[in-house]
């Protein structure tokens, strides 16, 4: 079975600064993946370089088999991958019910068009107001997405992430900044949604990657040191002198 | 032999005329520039304040003479800068961008309106200062005004010192850095909103400098800030939206390519020789028959969709936005 | 026409008492349209009206860029110039060649003008938005503006080109040279654009232009190209300013370089912005207004720009909402009951409000009069000030100090008195 994201020898500099090198990681169909890795260590840049949103030097990402490495972010979103913002990053303006529906329009197939009327459109009614119930925001739809508390507009990014039907879907630190009860919450609506997907998660909270992970990358200064599951990586030398060491709690 | 005189000539006064605009482009645009890369804010007023230099300058010489206006003006339209920085954009940043870019066209349509409220529409007539009202060289056949060598001193000087300022400076420093990495502006701390009025100010001050200078020599008039304007946010895209050696750049192109567009007079006719339409006058036969010189004025633009489809970003910019 | 671009109209609960109010709005608004040269029937309210109902749908074209987009266009007007002359050029067509297209086909060639521009340059245009689009705008546009001026035979020169409306063929019989005739021609395009262009708000293209302008990278990563959906909005916004343009001509029977120049298009973006980018109704509720003010002020006074570029920076200022977004900021204080808490701190703000604004006024009048060498007196609310006597000066320079004084207390006194009538608004469940 091909793997659903492949990072092959992946090198991103800025100028003259490698702040990724010689990037592998392979994870596999319906794998929940958590990258982990002290501050700075690229694992923005990684999410970055995966999703589009900045090109890689050198080197290749696949997508299910796929080369997707230069392609332009929405092109990559198409073949079935989504990604969440570690900063929130919804439509400020628009209401929640919107910022939903936006998510489902292209792949329920509507594209561009000007010629329909987007309350008329049956199919992305029930998705939208489906997303809705699972993120629990049915109560909050006629809101601006801009008023909405800060655990609600994270759950919200996540709607909005995998209200397309992502196959691939890639978690920005989504329980920063929240409380316990409310990080609870939050990582049992992913694992519900994400049931049958791919996840790729970046996360500091040591509880939710090892709750929520079935294998674990630790990346440090821009390379991987250790791939495997969440006990190899607890036993690691390597990963305990690197990060859990100090991290640890 | 006359010929090859006169085309020598045409070249000698058209590349100083070019290098003289070029550098009067290059001191409202490096403000411009400065002011963008480190508060965001594409100041569309920042021609107004050329204006304002021009009209403060024709006034103040008329009271207590010219070499008094040269030092005054700019200092009045530096201060009328911070007041627009401190009570007008600070006050309109939480609005976003946009809010900010549409205060300075207000501000810029109000500028023009009240110019032309006190000074009327026509021209005034600033002249040049007695002390340097003399052909300072005289080529072929031409005498070379001694006051366009002032402008253009002043207008090297000013470069230099700019120069020395962002090399040497701690708010040079801060400039430079806003230049390469526009959001680490923030992190200045308590005082930024001091820096940004400083910025502003000195930004104002140079435009209304250019004015100064630029008034007696070109014409001043209360259109002249909207004529202006665009050629100046040419300048900038053209150059690299941030990029002050691309600002450098495109001025002197933009100043060159315009000086000799007006000093040629040759058109597609006259070099292919008349064109044959029996239909009567067309677009086809217009565009035969302009002369470059009647083109001067578009050429700018010209050079704008020109660089938009080659190189997006402008000559030497980097940034997406 | 009340609906906010931003607010849902999805299977809400009582979706059909929303839809009798919505359709009850344009119904009421299509009867005054009808009415209104019955009830104002002289040539010179007629005019006016045919200014308004054109410069309607050009400011709504602007918004489908600044208020739907996110893109701050300087140069508007050239779609909305283009159409102009390519209906003038049509007519004269239409006349010569005896082609059987009645008058009010005509705008829609004037339409096809500005969108056949939009397609040619608006690819380049809109790959970036923000300040750059704003920049590229302008360059467009006076590229265009300038060339208008070389390019002679297709845009006459100085004088532009001139036609005749009433040559084209009839249609019911009617000749459209009568003001009466012309009107109900635009008050009929007015109403086939608005509605047009309301339902484009409403189409996913319309829903993802509102997403681009919040937040252009998320889009991406919903699987929409920023570009493409930039794209598409200017050419539409370009197609409706090619309308307005069309209703121009056949109404000046001219088209020239004015039309596509930078003071048209820093005057629709001012009536857009005034009247308010966020609703769909703003830019009609500016529209209005500043073409009244720019017909009525004309008369009044010599620097009637002064006061439009002073109103513009106030709304930028201290309501970037525009008039609609003040309007539609009490609708939760009115639903929650609350509004007539803020009214009396209103009612006394408006005192000195009123004294500063005149002073103001006649601040400007004294300046503009006294540098115009005129020595005509100023007539304010039925008094006579002599712009020569220091006595006029005082009295501005009182009037402004002490008005603005006096007046930011009451705004104050605003500010606090909202603040509680919001909070109780909210606390009852009413949402801004």
């Known amino acids: 079975m091909t793997a659903a994201i492949e990072v092959r020898a992946v090198e991103k500099r800025f100028g003259n600064v490698s702040i990724i090198r010689d990037l592998n990681l392979s994870i596999a169909q319906g794998e929940r993946h958590a990258i982990i890795g002290p501050n700075g260590a690229g694992k923005s840049t990684t999410f970055n370089l995966i999703s589009g949103h900045i090109k890689p030097t050198s080197g290749e990402v696949r997508l299910n088999g796929d080369v997707i490495s230069g392609l332009r972010p929405f092109e990559i979103n198409r073949r079935g991958l989504s990604r969440s913002f570690q900063v929130t990053n919804v439509f400020a303006r628009m209401t929640v019910w919107e910022n939903v529906r936006c998510a489902v329009l292209w792949a329920t197939g509507h594209r561009y068009a000007f010629w329909k009327n987007v309350d008329h459109l049956p199919e992305v009614r029930e998705q939208t107001a489906r997303i809705l119930e699972d993120i629990h925001l049915t109560h909050r739809r006629d809101v601006p997405a801009g008023l909405l508390t800060y655990a609600e507009q994270r759950e919200l990014e996540i709607g909005v992430t995998i209200a397309g039907g992502a196959t691939v879907v890639m978690l920005d630190e989504p329980t920063a900044g929240m409380s316990h009860a409310e990080t609870e919450r939050a990582v049992s609506l992913i694992r519900r949604l994400t049931e049958g997907r791919t996840l790729v998660i970046v996360e500091h909270d040591m509880s939710v990657v090892f709750g929520l992970a079935d294998r674990i990358s630790v990346l440090v200064y821009g390379h991987i040191i250790a791939s495997g599951t969440p006990e190899e990586i607890r036993r690691d030398p390597k990963v305990k002198e690197a990060y859990l060491g100090e991290e640890a709690h | 032999m006359v010929h090859e005189c006169a085309v020598l000539e045409l070249i000698v006064i058209s590349s100083l005329n070019g290098v003289l605009f070029g550098m009067l482009l290059f001191l409202l645009s490096s403000g411009l520039t400065v002011i963008f890369s480190m508060m965001g804010v594409l100041n569309f007023a920042h021609a107004s304040f050329y204006m304002l230099g021009a009209f403060f300058g024709f006034q103040l010489t008329k009271w207590i003479g010219f070499w008094p206006a040269f030092v005054l003006a700019p200092l009045l339209v530096g201060a009328i800068g911070m007041v627009v920085e401190r009570y007008g954009l600070r006050n309109t940043h939480k609005h976003g961008h946009v809010a900010e870019l549409l205060l300075t066209f207000g501000l810029a349509f109000a500028i023009e309106e009240i110019v032309s409220m006190i000074w009327g529409r026509s021209p005034v007539d600033y002249r040049v200062p007695a002390l340097l009202d003399f052909p300072a060289f005289t080529i072929f056949s031409t005498n070379y005004p001694a006051y366009k060598i002032f402008m253009l001193a002043v207008s090297v000087v000013i470069f230099v010192a700019l120069l020395l300022v962002l090399k040497r400076t701690r708010v040079g420093l801060i400039v430079q850095a806003a230049l390469t990495h526009p959001h680490m502006v923030g992190h200045l701390g308590h005082n930024v909103g001091r820096v940004f009025m400083v910025v502003f100010g000195v930004g104002s001050a140079l435009a209304g400098l250019a004015g100064v200078i630029a008034g007696p020599a070109l014409v001043t008039q209360s259109d002249m800030a909207a004529s202006l304007g665009p050629i100046l946010f040419v300048v900038i895209v053209f150059g690299g939206l941030g990029s002050l050696p691309g600002a450098f750049v495109a001025s002197l192109v933009i100043g060159l390519v315009q000086t000799f567009a007006v000093a040629l007079n040759g058109s597609l006719a006259s070099v292919f020789g008349p064109l044959d339409s029996p239909g009567g006058p067309s677009a086809l036969s217009d565009i035969w028959n302009v002369t470059i010189a009647q083109v001067a004025p578009i050429i700018p633009y010209l050079l704008l969709v020109i660089i938009l489809i080659v190189r997006p970003m402008g000559l030497m910019g980097t940034r997406e936005s | ?432």
């Open chain 3, 1 to 432: 026409m009340t609906t906010a671009t931003t607010s849902v109209s999805g299977p809400a609960a009582n979706a059909a008492g929303e839809n009798m109010r919505f359709y009850g709005v344009w119904l009421v608004g299509v009867i005054v349209l009808v009415v209104l040269p019955l009830v104002f029937s002289s040539g010179g309210s007629l005019t006016s009206f045919s200014l308004i109902g054109i410069a309607i749908v050009f400011a709504l074209s602007y918004n489908i860029l600044l208020g739907q987009t996110g893109l701050l266009s300087f140069g508007h007007a050239v779609h909305y110039g283009l159409g102009g002359f390519m209906a003038c050029h049509m007519m004269n067509a239409v006349v010569s060649h005896g082609w059987p297209i009645p008058l009010p086909f005509i705008p829609l060639f004037g339409g096809l003008g500005g969108l056949a521009f939009a397609i040619l340059v608006s690819w380049l245009m809109t790959k970036r938005a923000g300040t750059v689009f704003a920049m590229i705008s302008l360059g467009i546009g006076e590229l265009v503006a300038s060339s208008s001026l070389i390019l002679r035979s297709v845009f006459g020169g100085e004088a532009g080109i001139t036609t005749d409306r009433t040559a084209l063929p009839r249609m019911f019989g009617w000749t459209f040279g009568p003001q009466i005739q012309v009107y109900y021609l635009i008050a009929f395009w007015l109403v086939v654009s608005a509605i047009a262009m309301y339902a484009l708000t409403r189409t996913p293209l319309g829903r993802i232009s509102n997403a681009v302008r919040d937040n252009p990278e998320r889009v991406q990563f919903i699987g929409y190209d920023p570009h493409v959906v930039r794209y598409l909005a200017y050419c539409f916004a370009g197609f409706f300013a090619g309308i307005a343009g069309g209703l121009a001509a056949i109404s000046f029977e001219i088209a020239n370089s004015a039309y596509l120049g930078a003071i048209q298009s820093g005057l629709v973006l001012f009536a857009t912005f005034i009247g308010g980018t966020a609703y769909f109704f703003g830019p009609i509720l500016g529209a209005i207004l500043v073409t009244y003010l720019q017909l009525g002020l004309t008369s009044v006074t010599s620097v009637w720009q002064l006061y439009f570029g002073i109103i513009f920076i106030g709304i930028v200022m201290f309501s970037p909402g525009g008039i609609a977004g003040l309007l539609m900021m009490h609708r939760p204080l009115l639903r929650a009951g609350t509004l007539w808490t803020v009214i009396p701190s209103y009612l006394v703000a408006i005192v000195p409000t009123v004294a500063l604004g005149c002073g103001v006024v006649l601040m400007i009048e004294t300046i503009a009069r006294y540098s115009g060498g005129e020595a005509s007196a100023i007539n304010l609310f039925g008094i006579a000030f002599n712009p020569r006597s220091p006595a006029t000066w005082i009295a501005a320079a009182v009037l402004v100090a002490g008005g603005f004084v006096i007046a930011r207390l009451t705004w104050r006194r605003i500010g606090e008195a909202w603040d509680r009538a919001a909070t109780i608004a909210r606390d009852r469940g009413y949402l801004a």
